[in-house]
């Protein structure tokens, strides 16, 4: 089949890549012409384990093309994904649809025959509708469906979410629609990933529900672990014991300093938004939002008490930048927020990340970046894991003991061992294992 990715971002880029894979003959469209030179060339503009390889066989074997015209992207294509940017918009937090509102405008000039136009950003239900009256409105005679097909890959994970998805949805009532996204997905049902028609306003409503509820989840087990440390239970355990349970499982329950990334914050905002402006507000969500706010605030806190209740003139090492692991996304990362209070609060910031420095220095200033976990820990006063990248897991913990200033270690993803870390003599603090342990 002929497919065409409108925004050659994080969905874009990953989407595209694997429809070629799948066999398909995939043009990437973006505005952005040094991306798309840079495509062209090999240059992948993402961090993604994987991706480049993806992509460069699949240009290799000529079922890949990336390009800056849409008109000619978009020609002949049977289904042209709409995958561009749909970010909080300044003020309110509702979504802003401008590209997508654009994109839907452009395709309708180029696009010929019957097309069958797939909306994967993630947009507030209603936008379908929206889509689909600005192509009629542009090109009364066309002939052209619009979808919903909602993607939930994870940064880090893309590609196996994508090629092993827990299921695809897909909101239409056409039939010939059906049969189109039937066929781009056939390799998948070969994985036995079911394929979930529903209607296209619910399809656009999945995509808002599943992030919000898997925000709540980390939410609660978040709340849980604040109450471990003060009845001096132990939230890793708590998260087995609950997670042993089919009906809540065992994912989504590792307590830390709060979710961040590209989807979360913004995703669950617009549903708020979404459900005030129809008058059924979700409050839950919007309880979510605010204790996952404060905690971030709190995670400081953590570290001033860890340091006898000032960090004014100390020096502050810190493991780990990006929202998560793998990936080089600083989006709403708690990092900001936690370094930020703490420079607030007078202490100096040393900082490493494997590769988030580039995308970090746009975001925090006044931070030392150093190239490696030791150089981070030389000297300072704590050293706080903030982001749980594999490379930590394996530190020589000896070696960080005896060169901090103090040997104060705040680990806000629990990577290490409370025993452990007492035994190699520091002063150890986690989140929700014991009573505060300092
Ligand atoms: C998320 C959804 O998982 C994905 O389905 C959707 O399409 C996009 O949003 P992503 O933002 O890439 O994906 O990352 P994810 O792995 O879900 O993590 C999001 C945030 O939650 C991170 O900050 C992570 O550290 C945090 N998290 C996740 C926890 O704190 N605890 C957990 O148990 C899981």
Known sequence: MRVTMIGAGYVGLVSGA???????TV?????????IAALKRGE????EPGLDDLVASNVKAERLFFTTSLAEGVADAEAVFIAVGTPSRRGDGHADLSYVHQAARDIASAMTGYTVIVTKSTVPVGTGDEVERIIRETRPDAEFSVVSNPEFLREGAAIIDFKRPDRIVVGTDEERAKEVMTNLYRPLFLNQS???????RTAELIKYAANAFLATKITFINEISDLCEKVGGNVQ???RGIGLDNRIGSKFLHAGPGYGGSCFPKDTLALIKTAQDYDAPIRIVETVVSVNDQRKRAMARK?????????????????GLTFKPNTDDMRDAPSIAIITALQDAGATIRAHDPEGVEQAKMVLSNVDYVDSPYQAADGADALVI???WDAFRALDLKRIQSMMAQPVVVDLRNIYRPEEMASLGFRYSSVGRGLADL
């Open 18 to 24: 694997c429809f070629a894979d799948f066999g398909h």
């Open 303 to 319: 570290v001033i008490t860890a340091l006898g209740g000032s960090v004014r003139g100390k020096t502050v090492g810190v493991l």
């Open 386 to 388: 903030v982001t749980e």
């Open 237 to 239: 355990d708590v998260a």
């Open 194 to 200: 079911p394929l979930l028609f529903t209607s296209r």
């Open 44 to 47: 992948i503009p993402i961090f």
């Open 27 to 35: 043009t990437c469209v973006d505005t952005h012409e040094g991306k």
